[in-house]
């Protein structure tokens, strides 16, 4: 409908204002109809006219002729041309496919008559703050915002509408803050609350509220593309709900809204980066992630880096930068080598074009929730307070060592224990015969790790005069097999992860060649990272300098629900052919990565008397070290080893929480910088000229002083001179409000954009938004404070026939609610709503077999119970490729991709919906539940009671005839008890037994009525 | 429509529930989904030409069917079985990561033998035993393109024309540009069925409306009680039960409408009348009982298992005749990487006689003539074996350089084969087609300029066909 309805244009709207100007009436049409051929990118059509900017527009084209002559129509060629009747003459020639309306003609005619003065596009002049206009109606006028609305309507000869009752105004202020309709106690509260500022008390009570932050965070998760999964083909889950709560969390506790652009932006080069402003880096690691089998990497990760450029540019600028991808812009003032330069800005980030098929992909960092941080900080304590317990017996200690010490008289080694999971000792000199190519060690229950556990190996080796073969290894048994191992490759240590060869793999191998027939040492640790800068290996204590063979790791062994279980093999696992020659020994594996002493210790090979028979002096701190542990575990009082079991089982405990931290994937910068090119015709493998990091000409440069990098970008995108960022912003928001932006194109405001409704309104918000230090609360506060805001939104058919959009705001806002609010509503009114902030998202009903009938390997939906059934819509798992059917319904974006603007269509499939999902079936039922329960004696009564519950008001005396005599049909409807039965146990949640099940069934129908009127899914 | 209109139209309509139980004048039912002139009759000035087709089934063979095994007949390639692919056919071509870093590319030759069928001589292989009996019926097309070498790219490309998703699919475009013929079922109709080989993932967005609005998404029907999500009432809750719910709904919708005068809400009243009726004509459409015998004898034996293949070209045959404009069918499965010859001979036991049994049935009740039939995949598959070459066994990866669809009726020319490829199916040499000329040539048929359906997003006007495309007139009867 309101597709139909958008006949009227703007300009008709506004035409009354007189005088043809530029941006407003012009440009528009010379950007629409000409900029194709005569724009920013006219060079590339071999067109050597442009009319993009005024020095080219009113150039001589030669032998006099001018295609403006300020003030002279006549004869001008851009009005000679327009208007010519010849077809063969026309502008724009018919095989554009574009024409001019005779309107567009005559406007074009009137302007270089009147003078054709030419503005700088709109939205790049720094908005200027304008003094609310004087109006007539003063009275009226409750913010600054009337003033300008006002003024508009009274040059309309128009008037504002009534101001919406108490009723209808606590429940629109309610949704739109919240995301909730006002419980009847509230509705009653404000009704009886005679105060000044009654609205006032309620507006504030709303933005305290935490539901404020869950409702404002519903449109940043789209426009940040928001989901649980990667998206493209296999479309596996991926954890970045942090991100979310994050989000969540700002809005509440009211981040300015520079900081939250900033930390989203650039947070993690921030000085000190907390661990919230490192999480806000997830707003750019939110775009899709393709884990397909056979792609490109290199393809995608120029996709990834694109989507930041789009998504970033949309959210903060209003930009529609991506046009400029393959080619200059066609209509804005962008160019393709700007397109790149920018492009550069969010390019450096150590990233692989392919991501992990399960979970997130790096970079990624711990994000332990407040309960995990207060968990880890009270474990810390008491580290801290038992070390300084086992300090206090320093001196003791040093002299007990010491007599344990002169007591050692065998030959006894100590290494690491905690974390210990295997450990294979031979005797070091009695090996000689057993790996001799054919034999190996067989352990079937060790090391059984995935690629996304962390680990250390670590073993003595001594090969014969080839140092080649297999050390350790848990892999299928050939040289493409799939697990991992480290093996000599030609005297060069060799470490693999392989899922599938060879596209699947990790390879890294020393640059040092390891002598033959001499004993080494070699230790490697794996991060769980499932990149190669995860594993470390070290030769003989040393960390050595690697060469990675292979980097692209991204399915787990037990892909596919497939068991993994070869064992782990000592001396084998490389094949038949690659068997180990010579000695190992002292094998250790841990299920940690250890840190650099005890890694010192595997590599120090002394044994505690060796070291004991040293003078104290002439010691290591490794040796001391090993000393002191080896005392500590075997030899030191109970007391004493009561302690230090107690120092390592809290360092156990601790790792065993880090564990559980969930991870968010955040932005990093890549060290050594990586290069950026221009891309030929936008294709990632076509690079041209190198790039600079840097920011569109057209707009401001960098603030002085800062970086020429992300964190540089983000201090220029917040940075004052930015004629957008608030602009932008402020607009967002009054779409909220207002279903249309005062800039109806939010997405777009460039010269393709729609001009503003109220340019000087759009100014002073901005103006104001920035001078309140980017107050996010204020600004809805003012918004909804004013009077426009709160008028009453019933329309006449001649208004809706003049501004059936309601551009100019002689009404209030009357549209459909969103498709969150739709469902949060449903549960709140049924009194099912689940209050719990935050954490993994959940999965509520979902017909069944969505997900399998066109998944891979069978992923199902497996459906959630309890709590999670009830969460608000904000919580619902996202699956990209199959969005939840209930939110999709309702126009939701599909969290593709970046979407700002908010549409709304009225479909059979949305009643459908309504009617017959479960999720309001069971809705109904409560609804009925609680007219039983809490809507008095009579049928009249609690009909009246549940009307109001649902819709905020009471009914009128036809609207409750119409429900009672729904009721008394459904009554007679559920006669049989068969049916009630069925009826009934729609949902998990059982009803209340001690209410009679007819009538039950009875009004819980009539609860679904309720949910389905249009009253009720529309914000009035 | 005009708001004024709308609203007499309101105050002097006749309820479909409620008083009377005549149906609902036409005027106010202009559309299923929309509710309004521009979803009905789609957009002003559109058709541009009269159409030859007034309707589109595309059966998408999703996961890729090899075309060396189909219709690329290549008899020379005997000669070579198990020699490396000459580098002059591969012109250093990119390869998928699964099989770039193989160290041989062993031709491998089809196992299957191929005959001339029908006048028009149409070379096609055994596994293709039915569509070999309508060959005269269609126009084979040997010669397609495409830019995208794996499977989601290559299938977005196919339905939005852009390999990354975002924009319209298809069949959203065509009910954004056309509008729905039926008053009672969507414009865009999607069907999924299971293949017995490799299948690849599918997903919503391979049918919804990009940046359109949703109401121009593709309709999921599924095999089972709810065809259409959320189609049936509650368990208790009987048809007459909802007609009455309807009729006081209507009631209350009404007195709101008198209070706000929101065309809105009268659009919200027509859209849950026509939600009424999708819970009669969806049912209706779907079952199957009442077909006769003959029919499933046609369509074969996995006809009568609903969600199959089969089924789902009936159904199809159905909506065709109830007017949707935009069927679609996926049949996954034929993503043949390992084992081609068993798994080909599978999924071809599984929709060789359905597809057939489709242009067959849409001929005799003379519909194929306005019916516009498609069947193909995302891309082709290599001449190289992936994987080990045996005397009885190959496997083949994605090959976008050329391969082979099917069309049918609604205007194109029947008994064609187009284009030609180099001896190892490997390039075109003649008459070449890549996606966005199929799509031109798809929106030709039905009457529209592939320039003139745009739609204004993010300040540019886009195209299913982007700034490409040409009608391919050699396969086109008008």
């Known amino acids: 409908m309101r597709y139909c309805l958008a006949f009227l244009t703007l300009s008709r709207l506004v035409a009354a204002v007189g005088g043809v100007e530029f941006n407003r009436d012009v440009r528009p049409i010379l950007s629409d109809k000409c900029y194709v051929c005569h724009g920013p990118d006219a060079a590339a059509k071999h067109v050597p006219f442009r009319l993009d900017s005024e020095a080219a527009a009113k150039s001589d084209l030669g032998g006099g002729r001018h295609a403006i002559i300020e003030g002279n129509a006549d004869a001008s060629e851009l009005v000679k041309r327009t208007g010519a009747t010849k077809p063969a003459l026309r502008m724009p020639p018919v095989s554009s496919g574009l024409t001019l309306s005779a309107s567009e003609i005559a406007t074009l005619r009137e302007w270089v008559a009147e003078g054709a003065k030419w503005q700088k596009h709109w939205s790049f002049i720094p908005p200027v703050r304008p003094p609310a206009p004087a109006v007539k109606n003063a009275a009226w006028v409750r913010t600054p915002v009337d003033a300008f609305v006002l003024q508009k309507l009274e040059r309309e000869g128009l008037k504002p509408s009534a101001e919406a009752n108490r009723e209808m105004l606590i429940r629109r202020v309610s949704l739109d803050l919240t995301g909730l309709p006002p419980t009847p106690a509230e509705i009653d509260a404000f009704l009886l609350d005679r105060s000044p500022n009654a609205y006032e008390k309620v507006v504030d009570r709303l933005l305290q509220s935490p539901r404020y932050g869950e409702r404002m965070a519903f449109r940043w998760l789209d426009a940040a593309r928001y989901a649980d999964t990667n998206g493209y083909q296999f479309d596996g889950e991926r954890v970045m709900w942090r991100w979310r709560d994050w989000v969540i969390d700002a809005f509440n506790r009211n981040l300015p809204f520079d900081q939250f652009a900033r930390d989203q932006i650039a947070g993690d080069m921030l000085p000190n980066a907390t661990l919230e402003q490192q999480m806000a880096t997830g707003f750019n690691r939110n775009h899709r992630a393709n884990t397909e089998d056979g792609i490109i990497p290199e393809e995608y990760a120029v996709e990834y880096v694109i989507d930041r450029v789009e998504t970033t540019s949309a959210v903060f600028l209003g930009a529609t930068l991506g046009c400029a991808r393959c080619h200059n812009h066609k209509y804005d003032p962008f160019t393709q080598k700007e397109f790149y330069q920018v492009f550069a800005y969010f390019n450096n980030v150590p990233e692989q074009g392919r991501a992990m098929k399960y979970g997130n992909s790096e970079p990624m960092i711990p994000a332990p929730t407040k309960p995990q941080q207060a968990a880890l900080a009270a474990l810390d304590q008491k580290y801290r307070a038992a070390e300084n317990a086992l300090a206090k017996h320093e001196a003791f200690l040093a002299k007990d060592e010491k007599r344990w010490e002169h007591g050692l008289a065998a030959p006894a080694y100590w290494t690491p224990t905690r974390d210990l999971d295997t450990a294979a000792s031979f005797g070091r000199t009695s090996l000689a015969s057993v790996f001799d190519g054919k034999v190996f060690v067989n352990r079937p229950s060790a090391a059984k790790f995935d690629i996304e556990d962390h680990f250390t190996l670590s073993a003595w080796i001594y090969s014969d005069e080839t140092p080649d073969g297999s050390v350790m290894s848990r892999m299928a048994d050939n040289p493409k097999g799939k697990g991992f191992g480290v093996h000599l490759d030609h005297g060069k240590v060799h470490v693999n992860f392989t899922s599938n060869w060879v596209d699947d793999a990790i390879r890294v191998e020393t640059e040092r060649v390891l002598a033959p027939k001499a004993w080494h040492q070699i230790t490697v640790t794996y991060t769980g990272s499932r990149m190669a800068e995860g594993i470390h290996v070290y030769v003989d204590g040393h960390l050595e300098k690697t060469k990675v063979l292979l980097d692209s790791l991204y399915r787990p062994f037990r892909n596919a629900g497939k068991v993994f279980d070869e064992p782990f093999r000592i001396g084998a696992g490389w094949g038949r052919e690659r068997r180990f020659r010579g000695r190992i020994d002292e094998v250790r594996v841990y299920r940690r990565v250890l840190d650099d002493k005890e890694l010192a210790v595997l590599a120090l090979g002394e044994s505690l008397n060796e070291i004991a028979s040293k003078p104290a002096a002439q010691r290591s701190a490794v040796e001391n070290f090993e000393l002191r542990s080896g005392y500590l575990e075997t030899a030191a009082p109970a007391t004493i080893r009561n302690l230090s079991d107690e120092i390592n089982a809290l360092l156990d405990e601790r790792a065993k929480l880090e564990a559980t931290f969930p991870t968010v994937m955040v932005m990093a910068e890549a060290n050594p910088p990586k290069p950026t090119f221009l891309l030929v015709r936008g294709a990632y493998d076509h690079p041209g000229d190198k790039v600079t990091p840097g920011v569109p000409a057209v707009l401001p440069p960098l603030p002085s002083g800062a970086p020429n990098n992300r964190l540089g970008f983000a201090e220029w995108l917040i940075a004052p001179a930015n004629p957008l960022l608030a602009r932008v912003t402020v607009n967002r928001f009054w779409q909220m409000y207002f279903g249309v932006g005062i800039v109806k194109t939010v997405e777009d405001f460039g010269s393709q954009g729609e001009w503003p409704s109220d340019p000087e309104l759009l100014d002073w918000l901005a103006t104001e938004f920035v001078r309140s230090g980017w107050d996010v609360k204020a600004l809805q506060k003012l918004m909804v404070m004013s009077a426009t805001y709160r008028q009453s939104s019933e329309v006449t058919p001649e208004m809706l026939q003049r501004d059936p959009e309601n551009r100019l705001l002689a009404r209030g806002p009357r549209f459909r609610l969103p498709a969150e609010m739709i469902r949060d509503q449903a549960l709140s009114v049924a009194g099912l709503l689940a209050e719990k902030i935050g954490g993994p998202s959940v999965k509520p009903y979902q017909p069944e077999g969505l997900w399998k009938e066109i998944s891979m390997q069978d992923m199902d939906y497996v459906q959630g119970h309890g709590e999670d059934l009830y969460r608000r819509s904000l919580y619902t798992f996202w699956k990209r490729t199959i969005a939840p059917p209930e939110m999709i319904n309702f126009d939701s974006a599909n969290r593709e991709a970046c979407v700002v603007r908010e549409t709304r269509t009225n479909t059979p499939l949305q009643a459908l919906n309504l009617m017959n999902d479960v999720t309001y079936v069971e809705a109904a039922r409560f609804i009925g539940q609680r007219m039983m329960k809490e809507g008095g004696a009579s049928a009249e009564d609690r009909l009246r009671f549940g009307f109001r519950l649902v819709t905020g008001h009471w009914p009128s005396q036809k609207e409750q005839d119409v429900l009672l005599a729904s009721l008394r049909f459904h009554l007679d409807y559920f006669s049989d008890s068969p049916k009630v039965d069925a009826y009934l146990k729609q949902g998990e949640s059982l009803p209340d037994p001690k209410l009679d099940r007819r009538q039950l069934a009875a009004y819980a129908s009539v609860g679904s009525l309720l949910l389905n009127l249009d009253e009720s899914m529309t914000k009035e | ?478």
């Open chain 2, 1 to 478: 429509m005009d708001p004024l209109e709308q609203s007499k139209l309101l105050m002097t309509r006749r309820h479909f529930f409620g008083r009377t139980s005549v149906g609902l004048g036409a005027a106010a039912l202009t559309t299923l989904l929309g509710g309004d002139a521009e979803a009905a009759g789609g957009l002003p000035g559109l058709p541009n030409f009269p159409p030859t087709a007034k309707r589109v089934i595309y059966l998408f063979q999703h996961g890729a069917p090899s075309q060396l095994d189909l219709f690329d007949y290549k008899p020379g390639l005997q000669a070579h079985r198990g020699t490396e692919l000459p580098d002059s056919i591969r012109m250093g071509q990119r390869l998928t990561g699964m099989t770039a870093y193989q160290a041989k590319f062993p031709t491998a030759p089809s196992l299957f033998k191929f005959a001339q069928h029908g006048e028009s001589g149409a070379w096609l292989s055994e596994l293709l035993p039915y569509t070999s009996k309508v060959a005269d019926d269609l126009c084979i097309i040997r010669s397609l393109q495409t830019e995208a070498i794996n499977h989601d790219p290559a299938v977005t490309f196919f339905q939005t024309g852009f390999q990354i998703a975002g924009r319209p699919s298809i069949g959203a475009w065509i009910s954004y540009g056309l509008g729905a013929e039926s008053q009672d079922l969507p414009a865009f109709v999607v069907m999924v069925s299971q293949g017995l080989g490799n299948s690849q993932a599918l997903a919503d967005r391979q049918w919804g409306s990009g940046f359109l609005p949703t109401k121009f998404q593709g309709v999921k029907f599924r095999a089972g009680a709810d065809p259409v999500l959320y189609l049936s009432n509650p368990p208790g809750y009987s048809d007459d039960a909802r007609k009455r719910f309807l009729a006081d709904l209507t009631k209350m919708n009404e007195l709101t409408y008198q209070e706000y005068q929101d065309p809105e809400v009268s659009t919200r009243i027509s859209q849950y009348e026509m939600a009424f009726r999708m819970q009669h004509s969806v049912p209706e459409l779907t079952d199957l009982s009442k077909e006769p015998a003959s029919t499933f004898e046609m369509y074969g034996p996995d006809s009568r298992t609903p969600g199959t293949y089969a089924a789902n070209c009936i159904l199809a045959r159905r909506l065709a005749e109830r007017g949707v404009r935009f069927i679609q069918l996926f049949h996954r499965g034929w993503d043949q990487h390992n084992n081609l010859p068993k798994e080909i001979r599978q999924q071809c036991r599984q929709t060789d006689q359905p597809s057939a049994a489709l242009i067959q049935d849409l001929k005799q009740r003379g519909m194929l003539q306005d019916t516009l039939v498609i069947w193909g995949g995302e891309f082709g598959r290599t001449v190289y074996s992936q994987g080990t070459l045996t005397e009885d066994n190959y496997g083949r990866d994605h090959h976008p350089r050329c391969f082979s669809v099917w069309m049918a009726g609604g205007g194109i020319k029947p008994g064609v084969t187009y284009g030609e490829t180099d001896d190892y199916s490997y390039n075109v040499t003649k008459d070449p087609m890549d996606v966005h000329d199929l799509h031109a040539t798809i929106l030709r048929c039905l009457g529209v300029d592939h320039t003139k359906l745009t739609f204004k997003f993010q300040g540019r006007h886009f195209r299913l066909t982007d700034v490409h495309g040409n009608v391919i007139r050699p396969i086109l009867t008008a």
